[in-house]
């Protein structure tokens, strides 16, 4: 028997209570052991709720009792969040949890801490949901050089993108849909403005490099400003956008950015529509591999820190593989990056961007004009793309994109 | 230092030997210890290769030898390598394999018997090649109950398929280009009759199950006899042509099978093309996830078997979780299974057609009609549709295929 507790009674606390209710026979057989909930910590009380009797108000309690060796840190944030998981954690307990802004805050801290003391903090629900992607770094790709790790990681985002796309939707109705159904929060700044994704990327470039990404120097680009009429020139050349979220090994340095991108029609990434989300991912060995599902809700995300429980049960007092140093891994700069790009100018702009980019642009125009032409350039930096399109002024339309081959 | 074997020298196992000496930072830094190649066994000699001092020609040789505790058997068959797997894990040596045919017809013996002896038997490769899927299966949905498991799983007849819906090409020019190529084997009877991956779905459904799917009995049906005019068809629908494995939960039976079928643009299987392979995942709590990557290949494949290298040297001495018990699993016979079918009868045979099965068909017609109609059945079981179609004798057109939703 294996007793563990739960921080944090919202919607995955309580489907990680739910998973393991459901899934016993399951859960308990790939343990090894039967676990048991013997504590949920919420500042709430939960009349009626079949799980009342353990709902503590105290993590003192938690921490005190030798009999938990497991702790599922469900309440997000990095305040009390981190508090009790660092206690936790120098108490030799484990903890398992889907806080992705902790994690991306202070993970290499709390690996260290953990292997310290014979336990292990582990994240799996802490990027993409219900797909399985940071067991798959650590554990499968092993034997890889991981030279790419491009992933489409928010579901909000992806879900206002692909109603875009499909329906033709303008960005502030599908947002205000979006909310109403839930999809979205009230303030879905973390959301729209990337900040979600690049804590993620940030979590998932660290595993790449073994060294620490540091999240607040990640370029984050977010999906405001794009308009149904990007997706008309999307349509015409056969792509789709998408807000990619980018680690990439660049000799002795990372790029690690977020950004919407046009993404052609052949790219594994181009169906992943709605709510699901994806992790692209190149090893010097195996080439390309792709990881798919859901990247939130209730039940997937709380079936991903259960999995860590059983991953936690089985390896009690024995520290598991984790590489990632508090060492700063180098970022470059995105302005050396070179990629094509596109955007949009009205047409009474067109013989001024043409000859700001020497005649190499690729033309594309709509069935309706609409007094404005959509431009693809050749291989730029981002500095050189940058300087160029500026010099554009009032004659731009909409915002650039970036290409993503 | 963890001294390891490779068992034969061909393809694959000059991968492993290849990844191992190029990522060898990596390798060792994953296992913890530094791995190295002791011998290569084969009856070949290689004279000039950097390996060449390695290699011996008697297994004798490294099962007598008490510091190989890892053997890569990369030999294929279930002759000589069932005979060289079985002595090493009654040594205590763990065995790494890429092996399917021998996973498929000993798995839950060869298991046990690590087991036993406190080793392991690993076969990430032997389904999916790059893809990595029984460590997922094993270790990243152990929360779930497993509903489904459906997979592209073999790369020659991908190849072949996606060929011949993208340039209309005929199914014995695509297989004659794809010999030409080395794509497709001279005999490309295991490929393109299922039973390559007839073996990788036994695999999947026993991981899935738990128990022990036997590959001799589960049904399978092969891409030949599917006709460029099938992909006029698919396209009309906006669907594709995949030869799929399945292996499903259906009550306390097991639903296991192989066959091309019609799967919706929707579907993220729809865009596998090529030599890529990807299996798609259904559980009771996370929902759809899907793995995808390359299905074969040199580099590929030695990739998996080395990341199970790792894992037996990160657990030397220790037995890894795997529950393929060697119950036999009950299948169910395929006749009451339901779904929706695709045929294509004579223009003469249309009326009959329709008679046969109650006015419920959905007419499908080519620009160039051809003398012949493409119909959709209702949802329908395998024996109902069969005993139905049976009875338009001469007025079929082409073979019948399977709709998957």
Redesign the interface.
Known sequence: MVKIAVLGYGTVGSGVVE??E??AD??N????EELEIKYILDLRDFPGDPYEDKVVHDFGVILADDEIRIICETMGGVGAAYEFTKKALMAGKSVCTSNKELVAAHGPELLALAKQNCCNYLF?ASVG????II??LN???????IEAVTGILNGTTNYILSKMEYEGADYADVLKEAQEKGYAERNPEADVEGYDACRKIAILSSLMT?KNVDYRKIYTEGITGVEARDFEYAKRLGMSIKLLAIGREEGDKTLAMVSPFLIPGGH?L??VNGVFNAVFVR????????????GA?K??T???V??D???CA?HLGKVI?C?WDAEEAKLMSIDQVKRRFFFRVKDQGLDLAKELFSNQLEEVTLADGAGERGLITPVLSEADFAGRYEKLGDAKAGRRLRIEE
Chains 1, 2 share one sequence.
Do not use: C
């Not at 057989?29 to 090894?32: H, M, Y």
């Not at 554990?139 to 050089?145: F, I």
């Not at 090893?283 to 859901?294: C, F, I, K, Q, V």
């Open positions: 998973v393991i459901k899934n399951m859960v057989k790939k343990s090894g799996e949901g219900g797909i399985p067991r798959p554990y499968s790709l092993t034997a890889e050089r073994g594994p181009h169906m090893g010097n060995m195996l080439g390309d591999s792709m990881y798919y599902g859901r809700g039940l997937p709380a079936s991903a259960v999995s429980v059983i991953d089985r593989m590489f």
